[in-house]
């Protein structure tokens, strides 16, 4: 039904996706909120046996507040399905991801789960990853500044992401500072590779070759891409 928000239509669809008996990973913003109240409600309809995990406060509460039976991080040893948004995607199923602050367990419920399935609608769809928006790279407090300089030296450039109210620093969920970064002359993978390899980056917002799939929301309809 066309008529629908392409958002709605990801969520709803990734809702479907979801087998009985599966623990299912809950990311975060305002497509990962679509699909939490899809799945809630195909769980209640059709009295699917779940167990749900949040990549964040806010979206624990809301699955607990939609009657989702909630499990937390700590007592996973790994899950079935991850489902949540994106900042960007590329062709590649490449994604930057981080512009919330729940960056540090979004990617970890990403990477330790068996399926990772992205949605977003066509404004998120890049040529490049990094066209549209900085890289976000979470660092430990004390670390920002060496952090900064080392990426300076790879031809980086960017500073402390500010609060919302542009009075002070942002700080993570995890209470960690951020650094949005643009960079010129380096591929995707040696980013990736220098990124997750600078002692003081805690977690960064590139999602390399991650993505199982992505459901891309259009006014005609949904486009699948898979790895
Ligand atoms: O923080 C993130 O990485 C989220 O995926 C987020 O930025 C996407 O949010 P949206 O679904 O509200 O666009």
């Not at 890049?126 to 900085?134: A, F, L, N, S, T």
């Not at 300076?152 to 700080?171: E, I, K, T």
């Not at 991650?210 to 790895?227: F, N």
Request: negative net charge.
């Amino acid at each position: 039904n066309p008529a629908v928000n392409p958002k709605q239509q990801v969520a709803e669809q990734a809702a479907n996706m979801v087998e009985n008996g599966m623990i299912v990973g809950l990311g975060t913003g305002s497509t990962a909120n679509l699909f939490i109240d899809a799945l809630a409600q195909r769980s209640r309809q059709e009295e699917l046996q779940l167990r749900v995990v949040a990549s964040s406060v806010i979206s624990h509460n809301r699955a607990i507040k939609a009657g989702l039976s909630v499990l937390s991080i700590n007592q996973l040893s790994g899950l079935d399905m991850y489902v949540d948004g994106a900042d960007e995607v590329s062709d590649d199923l490449s994604l930057l991801k981080g512009r919330g602050q729940d960056l540090v367990k979004e990617k970890l419920l990403a990477r330790h789960a068996d399926q990772f399935v992205v949605l977003v609608d066509e404004s998120k769809q890049v040529r490049q990853i990094g066209e549209k928006h900085p890289i976000p790279v979470e660092v430990a407090p004390d670390c920002w500044q060496l952090v900064q300089a080392a990426l300076q030296q790879q031809g980086g450039q960017g500073s402390l992401r500010p609060n919302a109210a542009g009075d002070n620093v942002f700080y993570s969920a995890d209470g960690n500072l951020v650094l949005d970064m643009t960079f010129t002359d380096i591929t995707l993978k040696n980013l990736n590779q220098l990124l997750s390899t600078l002692p003081g980056v805690v977690e960064h917002g590139i999602f390399y070759l991650l993505a199982s799939e992505v459901l891309i929301g259009k006014a005609q309809g949904v486009i699948r891409l898979t790895a």
